[in-house]
């Protein structure tokens, strides 16, 4: 069954607020559209914990910088109402740029000091801003809820969680693990940007992220160590230019003296025109 089609903030929020009253629970994914199994892996995590599932579907402007790809990002939103009904999306909030920012440039912006500024904050000074103000503001048309995001996006998940404790949001945020393509490419929109050659080498991320956790289950406690055993991989791949690749504290994102007894693996590179992101968890073994 199709999930209904809501495309304005306050019957999205009268509808959730009514089964709220009738008892029920909310679980809330919210994406940019162009959906895949990732996506579809929110919607089954939220859809065996709540009664009623939301996802929204908005290509949020503020989080593109003038150069990036707002205009080409993929959109289809029929192709994604099928895709979310599979998954067990009840409704589906779509709204318009008008809809959501009415009064055109916003006045008012939610940033997550030092957890943005680094690593994909670097990269895209605006970036995080852009996410938490439109994050931020579905939350409160939602109200609420279980709201579910992938780790895929692991610095992303962090900025949330700070946000909703910083703010006192009435909101728990669920990381759910990254879905990955058989060969091991983690599944984003931005992978149909590949060319066929491209996508074959995009690989590299998810060996350069395996070497990195070898480093650090041999032992290594230098971040410096582990983020060289990635740096190498991916440089031996002549299809790909690497932005960053670090061994870094799981909750604060920054790299410490030493590391302790697990780290987060974080890796960014191009492929052509499309810049990739990956991540994984590596246990640190003892130093041999």
């Not at 099928?82 to 999306?89: I, P």
């Not at 990955?180 to 690989?203: I, K």
């Not at 990195?212 to 971040?223: H, L, S, Y």
Request: hydrophobic residues 45%; proline residues 7%; aromatic residues 6%.
């Amino acid at each position: 069954m199709a999930p209904a089609l809501l495309t304005t903030i306050d019957e999205t929020r009268s509808l959730l607020d009514e089964r709220r009253r009738d008892g029920a629970t909310v679980g809330f994914v919210p994406t940019m559209g162009y959906l895949h199994d990732g996506h579809g892996s929110l919607m089954r995590a939220a859809r065996a914990e709540a009664e009623v599932v939301v996802a929204s579907i908005f290509v949020n402007p503020l989080q593109f910088a003038a150069s990036e790809d707002l205009g080409d990002y993929p959109r289809d939103l029929d192709r994604d109402r099928e895709l979310a009904g599979a998954n067990g999306v009840d409704v589906i909030f779509a709204p318009s740029v008008d809809e959501m920012y009415p009064f055109g440039p916003v006045l008012t912006a939610v940033s997550v000091g030092e957890l943005s500024t680094a690593w994909e904050g670097a990269s895209r000074p605006t970036h995080f801003t852009g996410v938490a103000t439109v994050v931020s503001k579905l939350f409160n048309v939602v109200g609420p809820c279980r709201a579910y995001f992938g780790e895929k996006d692991y610095q992303q998940l962090a900025v949330i969680r700070r946000m909703v404790a910083d703010l006192s949001a009435p909101i728990a945020v669920v990381g759910c693990p990254i879905v990955r393509e058989p060969d091991g490419l983690a599944m984003s929109s931005r992978n149909v940007y590949l060319s066929p050659a491209d996508r074959a080498a995009a690989v590299v991320l998810r060996r350069a992220l395996d070497a990195g956790r070898e480093a650090a289950a041999g032992g290594a406690t230098d971040p410096a160590t582990v983020a060289a055993a990635m740096t190498d991989v991916v440089t031996a791949e002549p299809r790909a230019e690497l932005d960053y690749a670090a061994a870094v504290d799981p909750d604060t994102l920054t790299v410490p003296d030493r590391l302790g007894s697990e780290a987060r693996l974080l890796i960014a590179a191009r492929l052509g025109r499309t810049r990739l992101i990956d991540n994984d968890a590596a246990p640190v073994g003892p130093a041999g």
